[in-house]
């Protein structure tokens, strides 16, 4: 079941019309809505990044800016939320274009209401995962800036499973001082042992091990 009091689906479409139904139909399956009439609109509303889960419902060709260029301007600004594009005949280049940087989804007019619902629950799906997942990278990050620089030290070779032996031997300090900064690393990352070392400082950086 998704939370659809906590989310907010942003509809940006130049079409005021085409606009209004989209919000409606929205809105009749219990999705919190917020319409906007250009992509200028929503960039001086938008927060960054997101302040809720949920989704961009984006008209790919808008006077002024395009879909494509609001994309762009949200990945610049590290708050690329999901986005479902909308589009016209003749546009699914320019869809697959969006999708490869990123977006979720499109759809090409006209399509069926269910189509639409669907594509924007994956998509709050989508951002409600990327959020936890987010908040748990944070936390980690945080536990792990607790560290000194010769604790990550220690910390990197002990969570690739390196005895403190071959850890002082690689750092070229005394076993003693290795068994030492251990103690301080597990109690300042709050783990308890090199298996769990190692999974959070991946779920920090899928890369620091490697």
Request: glycine share 4%.
């Amino acid at each position: 079941m998704l939370p659809t009091d906590d989310c907010v689906i942003h509809v940006v479409d130049d079409d005021a019309a085409f606009r209004r139904s989209l919000v409606f139909l929205l809105e009749s399956v219990g999705w919190h809505v917020a319409s906007h009439a250009s992509a200028e609109d929503y960039l001086a509303v938008s927060d960054a990044p997101p302040a809720a889960p949920g989704c961009l419902v984006l008209d790919i060709r808008m006077p002024t800016m395009s879909g494509l260029e609001l994309q762009e301007r949200l990945q610049a600004r590290g708050a690329l939320p999901p986005i479902i594009f909308i589009t016209g005949h003749g546009d699914v280049e320019l869809a697959v274009q969006a999708m490869k940087h990123g977006a979720c989804d499109f759809l090409q007019k006209p399509f069926k209401d269910q189509a639409l619902l669907d594509a924007v629950a994956s998509a709050v799906r989508r951002s409600v995962e990327d959020r936890s997942r987010n908040a748990l990278r944070d936390e980690a990050t945080a536990r792990l800036g607790r560290l000194s620089p010769r604790e990550q030290e220690v910390a990197r070779l002990v969570a690739q499973g390196l005895p403190n032996k071959l850890v002082a031997r690689e750092l070229d300090i005394s076993e003693k001082t290795v068994h030492v900064h251990r103690q301080h690393v597990m109690e300042k990352t709050e783990v308890g042992s090199a298996a769990e070392l190692a999974r959070l400082m991946l779920r920090a950086d899928p890369a620091a091990l490697d």
